[in-house]
């Protein structure tokens, strides 16, 4: 069955600091790969996908398809970046799959 | 503007009355979605809709009902709350159904069965 694990419910760090939010699948597939985030009192919104590579607030993931996994990183953690961020594979099928999510908290 | 909308935000109800929770979007996409979420776990799918009177069940089993009569319109049904029930409700839409575009989330419902 597929799953999605992200590994720290809760992760601090210092502003300038750089920070990696790591998620990990399981399936014998290839998904396409999402972050969603969900600042406070704020929606649920896409952060980025890669599939397009692309590089969003600062904020970069890498597919390690042979440890399956899509860990999200940024150099230098700004405060605005304190969210809740959703690791989200996306197997073909009709569904994202998310994970538990990951509080990341950038103290000042 | 184009959105999608949930109401209501927040509700408490009794146990035993039937609810019903909104979702309506503007953006006329054809795929729907309702998540559940309990504090600090996953998101589960518990219903979708490809288009209008298409509705499937989700991986998580789910007491509730959902209707799509109209494109924009996607309500929750629970005929009979139950302590049980008590989440957050999240609806999304889609503009296809392949993931590659992402999905747009409404604000959620809280709800609470007392």
């Known amino acids: 069955a597929q799953r999605v694990t992200q590994p720290e419910k809760l992760l601090s760090v210092f502003k300038g600091a750089p920070v990696e939010l790591k998620c990990n699948y399981s399936?014998?597939?290839?998904?396409?790969l999402f972050w969603y985030v969900q600042y406070s009192r704020q929606r649920l919104q896409l952060l980025l996908r890669?599939?397009s590579r692309e590089s969003i607030k600062g904020f970069t993931a890498d597919l390690n398809k042979g440890e399956t996994s899509f860990h999200l990183k940024k150099p230098f953690a700004q405060e605005e970046d304190s969210a809740m961020y959703y690791c989200a594979p996306w197997w073909a099928g009709n569904q994202f799959y998310f994970g538990t999510g990951t509080s990341l908290t950038v103290i000042p | 503007e184009a959105d999608i909308y949930q109401t209501p935000r927040y509700l408490v109800i009794g146990t035993g009355k039937k609810i019903t929770l909104e979702c309506s979007q503007t953006?006329?996409?054809?795929?729907m979605y309702w998540y559940q979420q309990d504090p600090g776990m996953e998101l589960h799918l518990i219903h979708y809709?490809?288009?209008?009177?298409?509705?499937e069940k989700g991986d998580l089993s789910s007491e509730s009902t959902v209707s799509r009569i109209r494109t924009e319109h996607f309500p929750l049904t629970l005929e009979s709350a139950r302590p049980s029930h008590t989440s957050q409700y999240l609806c999304?839409?889609?503009?296809?159904?392949?993931?590659?575009?992402?999905?747009?989330f409404g604000s959620g419902t809280r709800l609470t069965v007392v």
């Open positions: 809709s490809y288009g209008v009177n298409s509705t």
């Open positions: 953006m006329g996409h054809d795929k």
């Open positions: 399936y014998s597939g290839s998904p396409e």
């Open positions: 890669h599939i």
């Open positions: 999304a839409s889609s503009e296809d159904g392949t993931g590659k575009v992402g999905y747009t």
